[in-house]
């Protein structure tokens, strides 16, 4: 009787490990279904700006190379959301072999149980613990035999009661993983059903794509006219911006007499610009980068570059144009047809905003991270906000790469 009431703690013990685990790997499950959640509503977030900008975009047929920009963005969103759904697929196809495995494990469980409790009740009642307990304690030969009989009763009893819940509890948790595995493959039918879509609608933006490279070869000319005239703007916008920036410097370097550095304060700044490299804010609440920094080809006219100090930005119309981080604003000007310009000081680094319709801000004036600083300009139904981050050190002024700078969108 002592050998089966052993061999059943044994098999309580494994039972409540397994249901201990089993619990767990329910709740590392629901995390992990939760975050690929997140990211895919962020990735949905994304293509439904990019969607919103082309609706605007396509009204205004002067600018298809901005066009061909978001569609190429919405297509590597979509691509994007391709490989996160197959990421989702197997991590489904993971979990419904663990649930399988489970199932079987819990199956043989409960028989391996059901057999142990079976053997237990044939033991008690050959030692007449099942029709008359009482008299097995009272038939001991000596006190202490009944002490120790009576203690073997009161463990049977409260083994056989654990037992009992143990197989009810065994059983409960085999239906909800049956449960569970089928709500895992409508879950993965529902998700291939998603690829499907995505990969259809990623198809769709390759033939619009096609459809507009193709427009835009058909206006070469224009289109180089219109890239001349973009890139002159953007030379009198780069010159005007290194002039003030010089201007500043010199100015600093006058009021030190000669000895020109950083304050210590200029320092602090600094330092806490290029710590929040990668985690900058966008100077937007929502936006496509679409212009990318430093010297690329023409995306469909030969011969023909395309060299960026900054970054482009298309955004919705009105937007505001917020501060990535704090600092004072160093200068605020106007290029006829190129809109204002808001140059913001961070010790040794400068950001750069142009492109705006109207400006809030004062020169001179401190400005908190996520400030508003003006609105975007509209031309020909695009707002594109230009924005720079400039490095200053001693005489040298060198443009950085925002991108790298900006928390990844």
């Not at 509209?378 to 040298?396: M, T």
């Amino acid at each position: 009787m002592s050998n089966a009431l052993d061999s059943s703690r044994n098999l309580l013990r494994f039972a409540l490990c397994f249901w201990a685990c089993w619990t767990i790997s329910l709740s590392a499950a629901a995390q992990n279904k939760a975050d690929l959640q997140k990211e895919r509503d962020a990735i949905q977030a994304k293509i439904a700006t990019t969607e919103k900008l082309l609706n605007q975009t396509a009204s205004n047929k002067q600018d298809a190379l901005v066009e061909l920009r978001l569609v190429n963005e919405r297509m590597s969103l979509r691509e994007q959301l391709i490989r996160h759904h197959q990421s989702e697929i197997r991590a489904i196809e993971r979990s419904m072999t663990n649930a399988d495995s489970e199932i079987r494990a819990l199956e043989g469980h409960i028989v391996a149980m059901k057999d142990e409790y079976a053997r237990m009740i044939q033991a008690a009642y050959k030692h007449s613990l099942g029709h008359n307990p009482w008299m097995y304690v009272f038939a001991a030969e000596d006190f202490t035999q009944a002490v120790i009989r009576f203690q073997m009763l009161q463990s049977y009893s409260s083994l056989r009661k654990e037992q009992v819940e143990q197989i009810e509890n065994s059983q409960l948790a085999l239906a909800e993983n049956r449960q569970s595995l089928a709500a895992k493959r409508a879950e993965l039918e529902g998700v291939l059903a998603d690829v499907r879509k995505e990969r259809s609608r990623l198809e769709s933006d390759r033939t619009q794509r096609q459809a507009l490279v193709a427009s835009l070869k058909g206006e070469e000319s224009r289109l180089r006219a219109q890239v001349q005239k973009a890139e002159a703007e953007k030379k009198r916008l780069n010159d005007a911006i290194r002039k003030i920036i010089e201007a500043e410097l010199k100015a600093e370097r006058e009021s030190s007499a000669g000895e020109f550095a950083l304050t210590p304060e200029g320092k602090i700044v600094s330092a806490a610009f290029e710590r929040n490299r990668s985690a900058l804010p966008w100077p937007v609440v929502r936006g496509v980068l679409t212009g990318k920094f430093g010297r690329q080809n023409h995306p469909t006219l030969p011969g023909i570059t395309i060299d960026n100090n900054g970054i482009d930005i298309s955004t919705e119309a009105e937007s505001s144009v917020l501060s990535v981080f704090s600092g004072t604003v160093s200068s605020s000007f106007e290029i006829p047809g190129a809109g204002y310009t808001v140059i913001l000081s961070h010790g040794a680094f400068r950001t750069v905003y142009s492109n705006l319709e109207s400006v809030q801000v004062t020169k001179g004036e401190q400005i908190e991270a996520g400030e508003k600083i003006g609105r975007v300009r509209s031309s020909n139904g695009q707002s594109i906000l230009h924005f720079e981050v400039w490095r200053v050190q001693g005489n040298n002024q060198t443009p950085q790469d925002p991108s790298q700078w900006l928390v990844r969108h």
